[in-house]
């Protein structure tokens, strides 16, 4: 064997790499199963049962929601200023879903609980951010682009898993206490399991990693990025999107209940909402190489008003599945592809870019909720429907080349 042979060219150490790679990857996945699955999205599942045996009100669970995403914009913002190893920042998230989610299982104030789905938001936010650093760190060595996207289905994932237990809380005619409790049991257990995985890293690493935002800062000053009619279009669509798709992926179970009137099926829409977001992240690398950023954007933009508009103009099972299918199927990709049409439009530049997309968009997830807490779900998603055509309309007119 030639001594001066890398690791990676020796049949053993190349497969002990992959494992390593694919063991960062799966607990990537399970970090954002638990910061989106339970943080952000948990309180969906749980609704129709807090609706039923918390004295909630619609317009209640509508603060409560929205609650939660003013939280993950605070959070998306301080992540931005302040300066914490990714390792510890996933790790102190995780404990704070967990805490936050096991205490909504006490019979609370609504402002209590309110301030409990906020922490929730802001550490959700943080664990999003730090183990996209971390994990973009550890597994560009291993280039595999495939390890990226089994990282991101942990979204899908995380929704999927929250969905099931709580059908399966439901069929046992379990109340949302209980729901609560077990979601936090599992959101503490599987950050034990995978507590070790994010350890600290070698100081020059880790140093590189918190020095990362702080370029990011610094580039935003200078950077020269100036702006034009579509760098408005971009961000304008992506925090359209933020409002459209927030009203099922917050809702969707509560409509199902009412529109099944009584059938225990309506606990399956959320489980498949999470098991399509999961399947088409694992797709977004061929369907961009296929048809660009741009063009699948645009095209997931009029799948999901389809989706929407479905409940509103059929009753029924089929309706609130087809709902399910072209929101979950969509709303990771365009998330995916968006940022990255962002990127390449700006290029160096992206920085202010990429910060307006996600303001936008955190602040279309803050409103949407309300929306419906304010009018009725069939008005909400009608207008949902109708700015998400638009916006695709207005994808339409960017051209390919940046």
């Not at 077990?182 to 350890?199: E, Y």
Request: net charge positive; glycine share 10%.
């Amino acid at each position: 064997m030639n001594p001066h042979s890398s690791p990676a060219s020796v049949p053993g150490s190349r497969t002990s790499s992959a494992a390593t790679g694919l063991l960062s990857a799966l607990a990537g996945l399970a970090a954002l199963a638990v910061a989106m699955g339970i943080g952000r999205f948990a309180f969906t599942p749980v609704l129709p049962m807090m609706l039923q045996d918390a004295s909630l009100s619609l317009a209640a669970g509508s603060w409560l929601a929205s609650a939660n995403y003013v939280g993950y914009l605070l959070g998306a913002l301080s992540a931005m200023r302040i300066r914490l190893r990714p390792e510890t920042a996933i790790r102190g998230g995780l404990l704070v879903i967990g805490i936050s989610t096991l205490a909504m299982a006490a019979h609370l104030p609504l402002a209590v609980w309110a301030a409990l789905r906020l922490l929730a938001g802001i550490a959700s936010a943080w664990v999003l951010i730090s183990v996209s650093a971390w994990c973009m760190e550890n597994l560009s060595r291993y280039q595999r682009p495939f390890l990226n996207s089994v990282v991101f289905a942990g979204v899908g994932t995380g929704i999927a898993a929250a969905g099931l237990l709580c059908l399966g809380l439901m069929r046992a005619q379990a109340a949302s206490p209980t729901a609560w409790l077990c979601l936090g049991v599992l959101s503490v257990g599987v950050t034990l399991l995978i507590w070790r995985v994010f350890h600290a890293q070698p100081q020059e690493v880790s140093q590189t990693m918190q020095a990362a935002p702080s370029a990011a800062a610094a580039g935003t000053a200078g950077d020269g990025f100036r702006w034009n009619a579509r760098a408005v279009r971009l961000v304008a669509c992506y925090g359209i999107f933020g409002f459209g798709y927030i009203i099922p992926a917050t809702f969707i179970p509560v409509m199902a209940k009412q529109a099944l009137q009584g059938s225990d099926a309506f606990g399956w829409s959320w489980p498949v909402f999470g098991l399509a977001a999961a399947l088409s992240t694992l797709g977004v690398a061929a369907l961009v190489s296929r048809m660009g950023n741009r063009r699948l954007w645009m095209a997931c933009h009029f799948i999901m008003a389809a989706g929407i508009l479905a409940p509103v103009l059929w009753t029924g099972l089929p309706a609130i599945f087809a709902a399910a299918l072209c929101v979950g199927g969509t709303f990771m990709v365009i998330t995916l592809a968006a940022l990255q049409e962002a990127k390449r439009s700006a290029g160096r530049n992206a920085t202010v870019l990429l910060a307006a997309m996600t303001s936008a968009f955190a602040a279309g997830q803050i409103v949407g909720p309300l929306t419906v807490g304010a009018g009725s779900f069939s008005g909400g998603l009608i207008v949902a429907a109708v700015l998400l055509a638009a916006s695709g309309a207005a994808l339409a007119m960017e051209r390919d080349a940046p």
